[in-house]
């Protein structure tokens, strides 16, 4: 079946534009998942979806980061007025329910590289 | 909350089998190790996890020790396609039940012919 899909793939921005990015979770998945991996380090959490609840937004470096989920599946994160620091890849993740040894299944990620 | 250690870098002939260390001294009762790998330009991909007895699956082997305080990631016959980053991981914390894990830098193999 088909797994987390995230678009576009490639974004490259001009510093102070506002960037949307998508993340198609597994259908039926409740929870979702944002992290953000810059080059080299591994993956960082960003915030955490339940359904359209969003239960943990800690992660996000800066109130210029936004996500939603409003109906529960499709989620968007959106970055105001980027900045050449938010360059990195956006991972999205879903994963079946909310037991917490539950597997967690990745996309492929957005590179955004701002200029 | 149990941070892990890894050495960064590893290498291994194909058809060879990998064995990948990971020490978690500081894990509690109730964490669980799970291993992910990272191929380039891939999102993270789950390979197995555990909590005190010894996995396995179509993927790998997972070794956890007695004390649960190592663990060793088995790949029994690699292939020049698991040229990856591993990451080990244990449960970091729980946010509304669910499992938030933490990355750290993992440990890069590369599979050679």
């Known amino acids: 079946g088909a797994g987390v899909s995230q678009s576009p793939r490639y974004k490259v921005a001009k510093r102070g534009q506002d960037v949307a990015l998508r993340c198609d979770p597994i259908?039926?998945?409740?929870?979702l998942f944002w992290y953000q991996q810059a080059l080299g380090q591994g993956p960082e959490f960003l915030t955490y979806?339940?359904?359209?609840?969003?239960?943990?937004k800690s992660g996000l470096p800066s109130d210029r980061f936004f996500a939603e989920r409003p109906e529960g599946s499709v989620s968007t994160l959106k970055i105001q007025r980027t900045q050449q620091e938010d360059s990195a890849v956006y991972l999205c993740?879903?994963?079946?329910?909310?037991?917490?040894?539950?597997?967690?299944?990745f996309g492929p990620g957005t590179r955004l590289l701002v200029l | 909350d149990a941070k892990t250690t890894q050495p960064p870098s590893m290498d291994c002939a194909e058809g060879r089998a990998a064995n990948l260390p990971c020490n978690h001294s500081?894990?509690?009762?109730?964490?669980?190790v799970y291993w992910y790998r990272q191929i380039h330009s891939q999102g993270p991909q789950y390979i197995i996890h555990?909590?005190?007895n010894n996995e396995t699956n179509e993927m790998a082997s997972l070794i956890i020790t007695e004390d649960r305080k190592s663990s060793t990631l088995i790949l029994p016959h690699a292939t020049l396609r698991d040229t990856a980053v591993y990451y080990c991981?244990?449960?970091?914390?729980?946010?509304?039940?669910?499992?938030?894990?933490?990355f750290g830098r993992g440990t890069s193999l590369i599979v050679h012919p």
């Open positions: 993740a879903s994963s079946l329910g909310v037991v917490a040894s539950e597997t967690q299944y």
């Open positions: 259908s039926g998945h409740v929870s």
């Open positions: 979806f339940q359904n359209e609840a969003q239960l943990d």
């Open positions: 500081t894990i509690s009762g109730n964490e669980y």
């Open positions: 555990g909590l005190k």
């Open positions: 991981i244990v449960r970091l914390h729980a946010s509304g039940g669910s499992y938030i894990p933490t």
